[in-house]
């Protein structure tokens, strides 16, 4: 029975074979080249730029609620639990006739014109019920002490108490400023006093000639150039300038009288430039009380009929780009919310579309 199954398997393959074409006549393929198609790169900029864009605006987010969340917390501060607001305005730095700023050489200048804007905001505010003065400067112009000294007299005029408060120095014009609040508050290492007008230059006419430098004026009138440093003032010059620092110091002196309600005579006494600690000026009666910051702001509030804990609102304090480029609070801030809102506009624009968000 296996033969006949191998027979049969054997005649089998023999008949297939035989009728197999042989190789002449398999007709010749065409073969095709083959070339290795490389795979498609994936571009990841796309998903690291959706990424970063979706972190920024995570970002901008959490900064606006953080801004709602003080807002709010402020707005509860100064609610039912508190009596009212007390206004804070700092005289930090040189004193100066224009606005605020801060010099590479010079350091920081406070400018009349922020202060004047800063207390006429106060006045004109129903919710400030008191103004405290915080005074660290050694004085400067004498006509921005003055602009300042005239508007804190508007402002108490109004009905409002205006408090100041000494830090490390206030003096010149520093305590010009002070002498018209309705009570001084300083510690008792305060340096203040040096009630006075001075200016001051320098002849350089000797050094000129020992390097060869012999400068050339044209001047228009023979007092155009006083205090130049390339001669000495002449006997007119002297007394023309000694006439205009008397002036000046006698506005000072009615200044300081007036605020301090003290006889003329009385501050003439003290007014020869010399300065005092606070512990002195208290015996001199150039100040009122010793107590920091926080002493000032309580008796202030009491003063402007805050009977609860005041919440303090502090004028003047400046942004970002303030600390960066100085000038114009106002400007500045404007600046700052309009970069913010652009920002913020750049972000929706590019992870939104007509739907939603991407």
């Known amino acids: 029975m296996n033969d006949e199954t191998n027979g049969q398997i054997n005649s089998t393959s023999s008949e297939s074979s035989g009728n197999a074409p042989t190789q002449s006549e398999i007709p010749p393929q065409t073969t095709t080249p083959q070339y290795n198609v490389p795979s498609p790169r994936r571009s990841y900029l796309v998903p690291i730029g959706i990424g970063l864009g979706a972190g920024c ?18 707005g509860l501060r100064g609610g039912d639990g508190r009596g009212g607001n007390v206004a804070l305005i700092r005289v930090t730095g040189t004193i100066t006739g224009g606005k605020s700023g801060i010099g590479l050489l010079s ?7 922020d202060v004047v804007n800063q207390l006429e905001r106060a006045r004109k505010d129903k919710k400030i019920k008191a103004i405290v003065i915080r005074i660290n ?7 921005g002490s003055e602009e300042v000294w005239r508007e804190i007299m508007r402002v108490r005029k109004s009905g409002k108490p205006v408090y100041a408060s000494m830090a490390d120095v206030a003096a010149s014009g520093g305590y010009y ?18 009630i006075g007008v001075i200016f001051s230059g320098a002849d350089l006419s000797e050094l000129y000639d020992k390097i060869g430098l012999r400068p050339e004026v044209i001047k228009s009138g ?48 003290l007014a ?14 150039l100040i009122d009380e010793i107590g920091g910051l926080r002493e000032t702001t309580l008796a202030a509030a009491m003063a402007g009929g805050i009977k609860r804990e005041p919440r303090v609102v502090e004028y003047g304090r400046g942004g970002f780009w303030s600390s960066v480029f100085g000038g114009d609070e106002e400007a500045l801030s404007q600046l700052e919310q309009t970069v913010v809102r652009e920002m913020l506009n750049t972000l929706l624009e590019k992870n939104s579309t007509p739907s939603g968000f991407k």
């Open 57 to 74: 605006l995570v970002l901008v987010f959490a900064f606006f609620a953080l801004m709602i969340g003080f807002v709010v917390a402020a």
């Open 107 to 113: 350091g920081s200048a406070v400018g009349a014109e």
């Open 137 to 143: 400067s050694p004085g400067g112009s004498a006509a």
């Open 177 to 194: 400023i002070a002498s018209a609040c309705d009570r001084i508050y300083a510690d008792a290492s305060t340096i203040t006093g040096s």
């Open 222 to 269: 023979k007092f155009k150039d006083i205090g130049s440093p390339a001669r000495p003032l002449t006997s007119e010059e002297r007394v023309l300038l000694q006439n205009i620092v008397n002036g000046m110091y006698a506005t000072f002196v009615r200044s300081v009288a007036e605020g301090r309600k003290m006889a003329l005579s009385e501050v003439k006494k």
């Open 272 to 285: 020869d430039g010399r300065i005092f600690t606070g512990e002195q000026a208290v015996k001199l009666k």
